[in-house]
């Protein structure tokens, strides 16, 4: 069965700081998707990234990046020098082809970031 | 704004009442999710509509909901008989996609459900 498990609830630093977010998924497919996306309090869900099961490539996307380990099962999103407005709520998903469209999302990681 | 918008945006009703959700995707998308969030929770997806016709859906999706996209364009989600469970967030997605595999999928602001 798909899952995916964000094991921090809540994560709080001063700005600047570095921070990862965890992310590790269950699946039985070799073929899938994994996504994270975040929550502003204002609460429309935004995309961030998609990466498919075959590139294990890590991304770098401005102060974001990710980091993907298929041996681990994991999923990690780092943000580099944190700011107030990177708070929010960060959610991972998996998506597994063979199991449709459906993405299934972890219960999220509240980040809180300080000035 | 041609986001994916959602209306009404916050429905308070009695339990035992039908609602009913609108959902207006961006235009030039063909496919369509809507997906239920309560309090602490990830998003849980309930049914996914490629075009006009219903593909999947959840096993969430008990017998008192109902989604219809009627003309591949817009898409309404009514619960009847509404019970305090009900009260989440609903969210509609949309994205363009052919062939197998999830996309980047587009968000609305969700539509607040309260029942009493």
Redo the contacts between chains.
Sequence with gaps: AQKVTQAQTEISVVEKEDVTLDCVYETRDTTYYLFWYKQPPSGELVFLIRRNSFDEQNEISGRYSWNFQKSTSSFNFTITASQVVDSAVYFCALSEVQAGTALIFGKGTTLSVSS | DTGVSQDPRHKITKRGQNVTFRCDPISEHN?L?W?RQTL??????LT?FQNEAQ??K?RLLSDRFSAERPKGSFSTLEIQRTEQGDSA?Y?C?SSF?QG???????????SRLTVL
């Design positions: 496919r999710y997906y602490g929770q990830g998003p849980e997806f996914y593909l999947e959840s967030m969210l997605a996609g197998s595999g999830t996309g980047e999928l587009f968000f609305g602001e969700g």
